[in-house]
Structures are given as structure tokens and as C-alpha cells.
């Protein structure tokens, strides 16, 4: 059964035609073009798909696109619009990343971390990535500039 | 073509209408972070969903009366800023930390912890410590059953065909007390539990002790707080409350520990868990939330 849904895209009101058993995360992919958000393991434990559902990082793999009817979400389409953040360029700075395959999802978390708690201790940092699974860098280098974003007197 | 319809009723008395038509195929939705696994899984065949999330009174997260009431719709995150909870319920607000991770305490929900009422659920010791009341609903009306007779074992639970958890009620403890959960899994961060254990200790020297992981489903053992009520907590007493614990739990050796592994460590959290909590009723250290492993 096909049904409309509209929802705040990244400061946009949208609508769009799903099948109730339809993904989030395919949605916002293949419908929608908002390619941020990846597919890893498709059920909730790696963070590569994760997007703000009203301010909060949620997992678009599983959650059906129906859900979110009249709801806002926001992808690092719409949070990186005005250039990249602070925290992005931190990223940049610190190599943080290889692939970058995890960086959607963990700059998606870390975003919701830092509105909440800005000068997070390294161990709340950790805490908060803790979902967030990366293949490549040992995290290190995200924890890294993570902490180094937040500084305090910056 | 879809493989189910979704529905979102926006009452109750239109929800367990819905439920009550569509029962034996239909699947209730809350955090999803469970449901949707399963029936991508093909564990769970199912031709109706059914939204909760547009019901109001669900996001009920409230003191009355002397209780605390806990809607369906309540996500770990929002208990965990939830002053009430961090105040009056800590054992509950330790314990909801050590769920997962943010991206789904920000989306799973306590109710729905417990109806998926698997052997590691960590929320099932602090609820079984504080007596809670789980109220449900189905066409027939509403009934309330104890959290202790809620579990029958790897998800299977108390609740009939056409019933709904509406929310949570727990009593308000009216006297100074010291609690905490301890949780071990393989590593820091997130895992499921391999051993879980909650424990409370009230002024009045009653110690209530529950656990998760450790046996079919998760479990209170009264015998042995009796070994321990009306007595100044001292580690001596642990040998005899061992052996209460040892009878009581009957774990199981899988992916994440092995059966001797769980029974040991079943004791080893136990003390853990009993000198914090004794050591918070006499108001001191360590604070809720600390890392007590
Ligand atoms: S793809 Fe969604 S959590 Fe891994
Ligand atoms: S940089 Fe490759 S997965 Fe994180």
C-alpha cells in the first residue's frame, strides 16, 4: 500500500510516495538524492546511516520511511549548507578518516553530542562514538579531532 | 508491494481495536530497534504494523500519586535527561545508560526492552528491584501485572495475544536507599550484557537483588536478600548468598561468554554491585553513573 509522506528535509518540506516497508535510509538515497547517510551493516549497529530525527541521531536502516510523516530530519547535506562546520574541518585537519565510509554517521552523532555537551572529556567523546563503528582508523585520529573541535576558549 | 500495511492510530481505544483485529498477524511498533531487525530477519512474518508513536498519552513520563508512570513511548535517552529518574528512579537511570548506544537509546524505548523480553534486557533487573507494575490494554480492558510475572523466558511473556503495554508504574520509595546496576559485556561501549546484575539496599537494611543474562529470562532471588535483610552489609555474608544465587541462575554458554564464565562472574559483579549500593545509602561515593567494573 503506497502512501504520501511529507517531512522536513534539511529546512525543506518534502513529500513523497513510499511502500510501507520502505527504509529510511532508501528513501533518502534513491528517492530523495541525499546520498550522506550509508548502508553498512543494515541493522542498526554501525551508525553509517545515522541522520538527526527532530535534533536526535537515529538509524534511517531501521526506521520505515512511513515513520517519519510530519517529522524533521536533517543529514550533513543540510548541517554542512553554509560550508563545513568547525568540527568538519577538524576532521579535515587531523586526517581523521580513510575510506570515510563511517564519516557521514559519525559527524551526524557527534553533531547531536556537541549541541548537548560542547566541551566534552575524552571519555564522553568515546562514549558517545561508541555506535559508531569504523573499519579503518582505530578511531584514534576521530577521537582525536573530536576533542581538539572542542577545546575550550575556542 | 509492501509485505505489510502500517497503521498509526492516534488513541489508545483505536489502537487495541486495530491490535485486537489484525492480532495474530500484527506487530506493535515503538523504537523499532528490535521489530524491524526481525521482520527483515524473517523471524516474524507479519501483514499489520502498528505505529504507537502518534498516541499521546504514551509519552507519559510522570510522578502521581506516590508512582512514577513510564509510557510505552519513553526512549532511553529521554530517561536518562529525565530529572525525575536521575532523583528518585538511579538505579534505572544507571542502568538506561548501559543500553546500547546513543543512535538507539534515542529511538528504543523501556516498554519495548521488556515486551522483546530477551534473557540480556538491561533494563529488566532495575525494573525487577523496584517492583514495578507493568499496566497493559486490550478490548477487554485494562489489567496490571507484577514485572516479576511478566518474563517467562527467551522472548516469551505474560502478555496475551491482544494486549498492549500501555506504560509502567512504579512505586516511589519513601525511605533512603542505595542502588546500582552493574553490567559486563565483552568489551567497554557498546554489547549485550553477559552478566547484569541490579541491586538495592534500603535504611531500613532490606536488599533486594536481581539479574539479567544469567538464567532464561531475567530474574529477582529473594532467597538470598533474606540472607542479607536486617543486617550492616559486610563482603563476609557473600559465601552463603553465593550459594542462593548459584541455585538460582542457570546460564547458558554462547558467543559472547561461556556458562562457568557467567556464574563466576555472577558473584564477582554481585559484590560489585552490593558495596556500591551500600556504599551510596550511606551517602558516599561512588556516584551514579560511575563506571563500576
Ligand atoms: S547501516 Fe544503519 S546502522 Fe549500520
Ligand atoms: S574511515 Fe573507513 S570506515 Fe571509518
Known amino acids: ?154 | 508491494m509492501s509485505s505489510f500495511d502500517y497503521f498509526s492510530p492516534k488513541t489508545l481505544e483505536e489502537a487495541v481495536q486495530l491490535y485486537n483485529e489484525h492480532s495474530a498477524s500484527a506487530r506493535l511498533l515503538l523504537g523499532g530497534t528490535d521489530l524491524v531487525n526481525m521482520i527483515n530477519d524473517e523471524m516474524i512474518k507479519t501483514n499489520a504494523v502498528i505505529d504507537l508513536k502518534n498516541i499521546a498519552y504514551l509519552k507519559q513520563l510522570e510522578l502521581k500519586d506516590n508512582h512514577l508512570y513510564i509510557g510505552a513511548d519513553v526512549t532511553f535517552t529521554e530517561l536518562i535527561e529525565s530529572d525525575i529518574i536521575r532523583e528518585k528512579f538511579p538505579v534505572i537511570w544507571e542502568s538506561s545508560r548501559k543500553v546500547a548506544s546513543m543512535g538507539i537509546r534515542n529511538r528504543a524505548t523501556i516498554v519495548g526492552n521488556i515486551c522483546s523480553s530477551v534473557p540480556s534486557a538491561d533494563s529488566a533487573p532495575a525494573l525487577l528491584i523496584r517492583e514495578t507494575i507493568v499496566r497493559v490494554m486490550s478490548v477487554n480492558g485494562k489489567r496490571e501485572i507484577d514485572i516479576a510475572d511478566f518474563f517467562i523466558g527467551p522472548r516469551k511473556n505474560a502478555l496475551k495475544e491482544n494486549e498492549i503495554v500501555i506504560n509502567l508504574k512504579i512505586p516511589v520509595l519513601n525511605k533512603s536507599f542505595g542502588g546500582s546496576y552493574v553490567k559486563m559485556g565483552r568489551y567497554k561501549g557498546e554489547d549485550l550484557a553477559q552478566v547484569g546484575v541490579a541491586t538495592l539496599v534500603t535504611e531500613d537494611l532490606q536488599y533486594r537483588i536481581a539479574y539479567c543474562a544469567v538464567s532464561p529470562k531475567p530474574i529477582r532471588i529473594k532467597k538470598a536478600e533474606q540472607l542479607l535483610n536486617g543486617r550492616e552489609f559486610s563482603v563476609e555474608f557473600l559465601k552463603d548468598v553465593d550459594t542462593e544465587i548459584m541455585n538460582a541462575i542457570s546460564p547458558i554458554g554462547d558467543i559472547r561468554a561461556s556458562k562457568s564464565y557467567r556464574e563466576k562472574m555472577s558473584s564477582v559483579l554481585l559484590e560489585k554491585s552490593l558495596i556500591a549500593s551500600y556504599s551510596r545509602l550511606k551517602g558516599n561515593k561512588p556516584e551514579y553513573g560511575k563506571e563500576l567494573l
Not at chain 1, 503506497?2 to 510501507?20: A, Q
Not at chain 1, 520502505?22 to 528513501?27: C, I, M, S, Y
Not at chain 1, 554501525?46 to 524533521?72: F, H, M, P, T
Not at chain 1, 554542512?80 to 586526517?95: A, D, M
Open chain 1, 1 to 154: 500500500m503506497k502512501r504520501e509522506i511529507t517531512f522536513t528535509l534539511n529546512d525543506d518540506i518534502v513529500s513523497v510516495y513510499v511502500e510501507s516497508d520502505e527504509k529510511l535510509l532508501d528513501v533518502l538515497r534513491y528517492k530523495l538524492g541525499i546520498k550522506s547517510p550509508k548502508q553498512g551493516c543494515g541493522r542498526g549497529e554501525c551508525g553509517s546511516c545515522s541522520v538527526l530525527l527532530n535534533g536526535k541521531s537515529v538509524r534511517s536502516c531501521i526506521i520505515y520511511a512511513v515513520e517519519i510523516d510530519g517529522q524533521k530530519i536533517e543529514t550533513l547535506e543540510g548541517i554542512q549548507k553554509n560550508g563545513i562546520t568547525k568540527l568538519q574541518r577538524s576532521f579535515v585537519e587531523h586526517n581523521a578518516f580513510q575510506c570515510g565510509f563511517c564519516a557521514s554517521g559519525v559527524t551526524i552523532t557527534m553533531t547531536e553530542f556537541l549541541r548537548k555537551n560542547p566541551y566534552p572529556k575524552i571519555a564522553e567523546i568515546k562514549e558517545a562514538l561508541s555506535g559508531n563503528l569504523c573499519r579503518c582508523t582505530g578511531y584514534k585520529s576521530i577521537v582525536d579531532a573530536i576533542a581538539d573541535a572542542t577545546k575550550e576558549g575556542e
